[in-house]
Antibody, heavy 118, light 109 residues
Framework: QVHLVQSGPEVKKPGASVKVSCKAS????????LHWVRQAPGQGLEWMGW????????NYMQKFRGRVTMTWDASFSTAYMQLSSLGSDDTAVYYC???????????WGQGSLVTVSS | SFVLTQPPSVSVAPGETARITCGGN??????VHWYQQKPGQAPSLVIY???DRPSGIPERFSGSNSGNTATLTISRVEAGDEADYYC????????????FGGGAKLTVL
């Protein structure tokens, strides 16, 4: 059983950064990729990028390059997604999700609400 | 990048069949996956590889994919099927690897 447990809600001011965590149950990410997907209020799913806990490789969607950093702390089996220079349009629920390369997402975190407001 | 087009909404009466489409250029050569999302919850997989069902998903859920359209079919619709449904493909031709459709809201009348 895969469990991805994310950090709690955050409120940030415009221009600030946010770091969302995603803790995986032990050994459940071996051979998998960790994706980050966000969903603005009342909107659809928007993929942000993926991170490989195996070798540290990343692929960020062009829209987020320069603003997003995805990392992994193996000692805590925890992935992180940091987004900087926040604007009001970054207000969204951020999900971490597991998938094999090129395949479907088979497990999702519960989501972390990030609110950007002055 | 690859674009997936879904109808914003689909409405059916209980017991009827709901068909939710996902259009894309030659989508038939890609592997399509479908997710169900109920209010306040994370998405969950209902169909993968065009037509395969994860364990625990009822046989009422089925998928097909051909030409420029993939379809999620839900037979004998129940009130509990009311949710948003998203199709998804992997696009290796661009940096936008994971592509979602815009989502279709299924309303059970």
């Amino acid at each position: 059983q895969v469990h991805l447990v994310q950090s709690g809600p955050e409120v940030k001011k415009p221009g600030a950064s946010v770091k969302v965590s995603c803790k995986a149950s032990e050994n459940t990410l071996a051979g998998y990729y960790l994706h980050w997907v966000r969903q603005a209020p009342g909107q659809g799913l928007e993929w942000m990028g993926w991170f490989s806990p195996n070798n540290g490789a990343t692929n960020y969607m062009q829209k987020f390059r320069g603003r997003v950093t995805m990392t992994w702390d193996a000692s805590f089996s925890t992935a992180y997604m940091q987004l900087s220079s926040l604007g009001s349009d970054d207000t969204a629920v951020y999900y971490c999700a597991r998938a094999e390369y090129g395949d479907y997402i088979d497990s999702w975190g519960q989501g972390s609400l990030v609110t950007v407001s002055s | 990048s690859f674009v997936l087009t879904q109808p914003p909404s689909v409405s059916v009466a209980p017991g009827e069949t709901a068909r939710i489409t996902c259009g894309g250029n030659h989508i038939g050569i890609k592997s399509v996956h479908w997710y169900q999302q109920k209010p306040g919850q994370a998405p969950s997989l209902v169909i993968y590889h065009n037509r395969d069902r994860p364990s625990g998903i009822p046989e009422r859920f089925s998928g097909s994919n051909s030409g420029n359209t993939a379809t999620l079919t839900i037979s004998r619709v129940e009130a509990g099927d009311e949710a948003d449904y998203y199709c998804q493909v992997w696009d290796s031709s661009s940096d936008h690897n994971v592509v979602f459709g815009g989502g279709a809201k299924l309303t059970v009348l």
